[in-house]
């Protein structure tokens, strides 16, 4: 009977040859023989980084709808009488708002890997502030603007496009308030490591995302 | 596996906890426990999905219209098909893949264990909620698991709780579910490998998951992102998918298949798993082709990304267009037919040990051959559009997600039941089980293809007469098939009750799964493996420590 059989091969280990071609980070990120479930904040990224790649397919699905719609009715974009989103110098400013966070965001997590707490919470408190004036201003912007939801497909896609993008800034917003609130609380400190880069993942992944969103909706 | 020292054969795990059905109401985060509710749950469903098509299966048995009328009728073969595919092998292959990954892996439990916990608690809400649309006064969805616009947003005004918003609705549930859990797998098998377990050493079922669910990742988010903005179509006033309002129903589509036609793989990708750990186990042969069958799943998974357009011949598309995507369908025949020949070489002229699994593993991989034929004479331009719509799709497809799929869940079951229950099954009862099946499968879904030939269109509760015959062979296959889950369902229940205490590694197959008790203890190891060896080395000289099998006997 097969009683705890020991079964010994000593080939070399198959994909060990290419892992000295692979990049430090690279190797970080893809552990390839196995044995590194201890390392939390690794795998945890890891699983970040997969979800977002995959919530970006579903900004991909909006953006493909936008485009084909718009290349199929240049004509008639707009109902008559509308305008359609106009790049004023208020969205401009958001924009670099929006834009220049994910550079003090990044700031805020560099402090936080090296123990500066209090730059850290300044640096962090300083990305809320951005992101929080980003809301503000698109709000101000859905307000002031000729059309709605329901006006033609130009009311369809602005608003879908610009809504769930603003539902993920949201998001981050509050992850980051929730990440703020933590670093008080001194049992959560290490978690908080894990949440705080996750945090910023995202938050340069909602800024990429506005780069291609700002420069269809406002720049084509 | 040097670390392992706890005697193999001990009959039953020490530590078994008193009550331990109750933990299977619970909120557990053990992989184990989650495991076996998707699976227990996902059959209730399959159950359901079951009586649905009985039901659709007596309309069809006479041409008139008089078992149900028409709105339920299009509401049955809606919940139907997405029941079975949504809420029966989707969710089963999430479970018997939770079950199955850690172990196989030699991992403690799965990389992010809450989350796993809550991708399966999401799923009963959904499904009772796509239910719950019977209730409805107009009754559930109707347009079919396409859910095409515009049809699907020819809703009577002033009902703004309908069928297609519940249907939309707990899709969306569901895949945010699926999504979940499919980062859950990737991550568990990038990062919770035992200290050796390289990929490739892993079972070709674990590359199975991983390339189902990296399919899951990349394509359901379009199905979801078009069922969003269906929904806003359908309740906000936008114009996305209306043609009367400058709306283009063909994007959905092209959304809706960019994730629709990779998820018959994210269903199949599994089934083939498991045909490769069944296989080998009752024919005492290595897995022939180890590599290429593990590379083949990732093959599949490149080519049936950009295939969508098959389903859309018919859909005004720009010849260009059909001409290429007739070419990358029939090279998804490639890495498939990689697989086929892997599963025939392994069992070739060796001595078959036709227990339950292997007669369900060899009958889903034989129907498969019927399946993807006809598959890939759909991919053929002219013949779909000669066929589109017609039964012969039913066909094609029941030959695939029923002969192929459910009949390779059936093996799982059996192949593991001892292993999950610590208890074997009743071998006659698999048996009558197996053959029920077969029978009734066949009897059921081949009439389809010639009547689909024959120019009988899908989705008709009525239809001309010249079509009886073979309608009613199959809704008496129907019926048969309905009968064969009734042994299935007396086994299950009755070995777990009743059935002898199965020893650790019954099969003498080779998997990790099998080196720890059944069921397994708390953690799965006493110690984490140290692997050390390929993964199937049935019958090879080198290892030929294990000796022939003695199913079903007593061991101690
Ligand atoms: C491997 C597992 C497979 C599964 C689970 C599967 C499943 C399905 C399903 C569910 C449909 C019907 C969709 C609908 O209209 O409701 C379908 C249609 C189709 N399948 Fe497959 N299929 C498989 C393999 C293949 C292969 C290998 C090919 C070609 C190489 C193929 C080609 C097609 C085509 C062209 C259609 C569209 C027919 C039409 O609507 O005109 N399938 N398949
Ligand atoms: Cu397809």
Redesign the pocket.
């Known amino acids: 009977m097969n009683r705890g059989v020991i079964h010994v091969d000593e080939s070399p280990i198959p994909l060990e040859r290419w892992r000295r071609y692979l990049p430090t980070w690279l190797k970080r990120f893809l552990p390839i023989r196995g044995g590194r479930a201890e390392d939390h904040h690794g795998k945890g990224m890891f699983g970040f980084t997969v979800f977002l790649l995959s919530e970006s397919i579903v900004f991909l699905s909006f953006i493909f709808t936008y485009v084909a719609l718009r290349l199929t009715h240049s004509q008639n974009w707009l109902s008559p009488g509308i305008s359609g989103p106009e790049l004023s110098t208020f969205v401009i400013i958001s924009t670099v708002v929006l834009l220049s966070s994910s550079f003090v965001i990044q700031r805020a997590e560099n402090a936080l890997q090296r123990n500066q707490i209090n730059k850290f919470r300044w640096l962090w408190l300083m990305t809320i502030c951005m992101g929080t004036y980003f809301l503000i201003g698109q709000g101000i912007e859905w307000s002031n603007l000729d059309f709605g939801l329901s006006t033609g497909l130009v009311g369809s896609t602005f608003y879908v496009l610009t809504g769930f993008h603003g539902l993920h800034v949201l998001a981050g917003v509050i992850f980051q308030i929730i990440m703020l609130v933590r670093s008080f609380i001194p049992d959560n400190y290490n978690k908080g490591h894990f949440g705080a880069s996750a945090t910023t993942l995202f938050w340069h992944f909602v800024d990429i995302v506005w780069v291609f969103l700002f420069s269809l909706l406002y720049l084509w | 596996m040097e670390s392992i020292t706890r005697d193999q054969d001990s009959p039953t795990s020490q530590n078994e906890p008193e009550n331990k059905w109750r933990r299977y109401f619970s909120f557990s985060t053990d992989h184990k426990v989650i495991g076996v509710q998707y699976m227990v749950m996902s059959f209730l469903f399959f159950l359901v999905g079951g009586l649905l098509a009985m039901l659709i299966r007596a309309e069809l048995i006479t041409p008139a219209s008089n078992v149900v009328d028409r709105p339920l009728y299009n509401g049955l073969f809606t919940l139907h098909?997405t029941i079975m595919i949504f809420l029966w092998i989707i969710p089963f292959n999430a479970g018997i893949s939770n079950y199955l990954v850690p172990l196989m892996l030699g991992a403690r439990d799965m990389a992010f264990p809450l989350l796993n916990a809550i991708s399966f608690w999401m799923i009963p809400p959904g499904g009772i909620l796509l239910l719950s649309s019977f209730l409805l006064p107009n009754g559930t969805a109707q347009s079919g698991?396409?859910s095409y616009p515009p049809i699907s947003l020819q809703i009577p005004p002033g009902q703004p709780i309908n069928g297609e918003f519940i249907w939309i609705v707990s899709l969306v549930i569901i895949g945010i579910s699926s999504i979940i859990g499919a980062v859950n797998f990737v991550t568990t098998i990038f990062w919770m490998r035992a200290p050796g377990m390289t990929f490739f050493r892993m079972p070709v079922f674990v590359w199975s998951v991983l390339s189902a669910q990296l399919l899951q990742l990349v394509n359901l988010p379009s199905l979801t992102g078009a069922l969003i903005l269906l929904l806003f179509d359908l309740s906000l006033g936008t114009q996305f998918f209306k043609p009367l309002e400058n709306g283009d129903p063909i994007i959905y589509q092209h959304l809706f298949w960019f994730y629709s036609h990779p998820a018959?793989?994210i269903?199949?990708l599994p089934a083939f798993g498991i045909f490769a750990e069944v296989l080998p186990a009752f024919s005492r042969n290595p897995l022939f082709g180890y590599r290429s069958l593990a590379v083949a799943s990732l093959g599949i998974v490149v080519v049936s990304i950009f295939v969508w357009v098959?389903?859309m011949?018919?859909s005004a598309t720009p010849s260009w267009m059909r001409m290429l995507f007739m070419v990358t369908?029939?090279l998804?025949?490639v890495p498939?037919g990689v697989k086929a020949f892997g599963w025939t070489a392994t069992i070739w002229k060796s001595k078959l040990h036709l227990e339950t699994p292997m007669l369900f593993a060899m009958g889903g991989a034989a129907m498969f051959l019927l399946?993807?034929v006809t598959?890939?004479m759909?991919?053929a331009v002219p013949f779909?559009i000669h066929?589109?719509?017609t039964y012969f799709?039913v066909g094609?497809?029941h030959y695939?997600?029923f002969n192929t799929?459910t009949m390779a869940i059936f093996a799982a079951i059996y192949f593991w039941f001892p292993k999950i229950t610590g208890r074997m099954y009743a071998e006659g009862w698999g048996k009558l089980h197996f053959w029920l099946t077969f029978i009734g499968a066949n009897l059921t879904f081949f009439p389809m293809l010639p009547l689909g030939l024959q120019g009988m269109v899908r989705r008709i509760s009525s239809y001309d007469p010249r079509y009886q015959g073979w309608n009613v062979v199959a809704s008496l296959g129907g019926f048969l098939l309905g009968v064969s889950i009734l042994p299935f369902i007396a086994n299950i229940v009755g070995s777990l009750l009743y059935g002898t205490r199965a020893v650790n590694n019954p099969w003498h197959a080779t998997g990790l799964e099998w080196t720890t008790t059944s069921p397994p203890p708390q953690d799965n190891f006493e110690q984490i493996p140290v692997v050390k060896r390929p993964p199937y080395d049935y019958g090879d000289p080198k290892y030929s420590v294990i000796e022939p099998p003695d199913y079903h006997q007593q061991e101690n």
Request: glycine share 12%; hydrophobic share 55%; charged share 5%.
């Open positions: 098909g698991w396409w018959v793989y269903m199949a098959h389903h011949f018919t369908s029939m998804v025949a498939t399946g993807g598959g890939v759909l991919a779909d066929v589109h719509n799709i094609h497809f695939i997600v799929i």
